[in-house]
């Protein structure tokens, strides 16, 4: 069975550019959440989706976006890129994100803003 | 914030058992506590979870105390493979897909 998988791997964008990163959940999966990881301040949780719907949303300005499509898979945007969103972007998915169900994680997209 | 409490940093023999400990004091009844790891510019895995009783895989066990204000993973036979860094984490009920991360524990397997 497939793990979550994440496209572009690599990718490095200008300041004031904007990039979208692309999601393919586990078959069956219908939660997808977004996570942005840096060295200062670690794992961060973006936001959730479900049904296509977004569910739970972090602490991050409006310039970070996703949607999901009828499918399950996701994309995130940010806009307007800044030199202090280079992280890595972490993409999860599970059946139903309820407690018992497992997230499982895909290798994540390396964004370097310069 | 993280509702989980762990010690930045430990080591290990290789063979031997890792313990690595977890306090989550302010865990409710409907929460998991899910342990992943994250070996250096990878995704985090996932290792294993319980709710009240222990909990045994293939990769590890979790032993969750009876009072379930902490927890503790174990490697039962540690290889080089398994440094990384070990998460424990309390899965809100009503959070979906959310999962808050705190720093972990580092963990350095030694020959």
């Known amino acids: 069975k497939a793990g979550v998988t994440q496209t572009p791997r690599y990718l490095i964008k200008t300041r004031g550019q904007q990039v979208t990163l692309s999601c393919s959940p586990i078959?069956?999966?219908?939660?997808v959440s977004w996570y942005q990881q840096t060295p200062g301040q670690g794992l961060q949780f973006l936001f959730e989706?479900?049904?296509?719907?977004?569910?739970n949303k972090g602490n991050f300005p409006g310039r970070f976006s996703g949607r999901q499509f009828s499918n399950s898979r996701s994309e995130m945007n940010v806009s307007t890129l800044e030199l202090g969103d280079s992280a890595l972007y972490l993409c999860?998915?599970?059946?139903?994100?309820?407690?018992?169900?497992?997230?499982?994680f895909g290798e994540g997209s390396w964004l370097t803003v310069v | 914030d993280a509702k989980t409490t762990q010690p930045t940093s430990m080591d290990c023999a290789e063979g031997r058992a890792a313990n690595l400990p977890c306090n989550h004091s302010?865990?409710?009844?409907?929460?998991?506590v899910y342990w992943y790891r994250q070996i250096h510019s990878q995704g985090p895995q996932y290792i294993i979870h319980?709710?009240?009783n222990n909990e045994t895989n293939e990769m590890a066990s979790l032993i969750i105390t009876e009072d379930r204000k902490s927890s503790t993973l174990i490697l039962p036979h540690a290889t080089l493979r398994d440094t990384a860094v070990y998460y424990c984490?309390?899965?809100?009920?009503?959070?979906?897909?959310?999962?808050?991360f705190g720093q972990g524990t580092e963990l350095s397997v030694k020959p």
């Open positions: 319980g709710l009240k």
């Open positions: 984490i309390v899965r809100v009920g009503n959070q979906g897909g959310k999962l808050i």
């Open positions: 078959s069956g999966h219908r939660s």
């Open positions: 999860a998915s599970s059946l139903v994100g309820e407690g018992g169900n497992t997230i499982y």
């Open positions: 302010t865990i409710s009844g409907n929460e998991y």
């Open positions: 989706y479900f049904s296509e719907t977004q569910r």
